[in-house]
């Protein structure tokens, strides 16, 4: 069965300044997606980015980019210039290509400090 | 457009207790996937309906069921309620099942409380 593990279950940043959250993941599979979500305490789960496994190019939206290290199983999220509206509970999530089933981490509480 | 909705927004049961939650999907959706998320983890996949057919189930009992609609909206009831039932149920709906770039759109949510 696959797993996402996020290892930071908290972060802070400063306003303006670059956060990187981890997520690793286990897979027998070759091809699969992998994508961040963003729940804010409304509680919506919003998407943030996604990467398909077969891409070798790192995703990018704006200020969001990823880091994906196929061999390594590694996806982390790298947020720049941090906005106080960035604060939130990140979740990275697996998902294989048949299908849409969402397999997510624990997840990661960001703080960003004004 | 408009985009997923889900009913009540909170709601307490006691434990023993049937409950039913409603997801609207957003227009054009005909994949609806539920998921339960307790205090401080993940979401987990309860199930996902596929054009009025359940489409894959995870590791949540019988007591768990779950309908859609010829409209796509849907229903996730769950029997005899317990108190580790209390979580956060999120409604998540897409475009198709196999898209290359799909993306679920999530509903807010529905706090249920067991008692």
């Known amino acids: 069965a696959q797993t996402v593990t996020q290892s930071q279950p908290e972060m802070s940043v400063q306003e303006a300044e670059t956060v990187t959250l981890s997520c690793t993941y286990d897979t027998s599979e070759s091809d699969y997606y992998l994508f961040w979500y963003k729940q804010p305490p409304s509680r919506q789960m919003i998407l943030v980015i996604r990467q398909e496994a077969y891409k070798q190019q790192n995703a990018t939206e704006n200020r969001f980019s990823v880091n994906f290290q196929k061999a390594a199983k590694s996806f982390s999220l790298k947020i720049s210039d941090s906005q106080l509206g960035d604060a939130a509970m990140y979740f990275c999530?697996?998902?294989?290509?048949?299908?849409?089933?969402?397999?997510f981490g624990e997840g990661t509480q960001l703080t960003v400090n004004p | 457009e408009t985009g997923v909705t889900q009913s009540p927004t909170h709601l307490i049961k006691t434990r023993g207790q049937q409950v039913t939650l409603r997801c609207s999907s957003q227009?054009?959706?005909?994949?609806v996937s539920w998921y339960q998320q307790a205090l401080g983890q993940g979401p987990q996949f309860i199930f996902q309906?596929?054009?009025?057919?359940?489409?894959g189930r995870g590791n949540f009992p019988p007591r768990f069921s779950g309908l859609q609609f010829p409209n796509y909206s849907s229903e996730l009831n769950v029997n005899a309620l317990e108190l580790d039932d209390s979580a956060l149920y999120l409604c998540?709906?897409?475009?198709?099942?196999?898209?290359?770039?799909?993306?679920?759109?999530f509903g807010p949510g529905t706090r249920l409380l067991v008692l």
């Open positions: 227009s054009g959706h005909n994949t």
């Open positions: 999530a697996y998902r294989e290509t048949s299908g849409s089933r969402l397999t």
């Open positions: 998540a709906s897409s475009l198709s099942l196999n898209s290359l770039q799909e993306t679920q759109y």
């Open positions: 309906y596929y054009r009025e057919e359940e489409n």
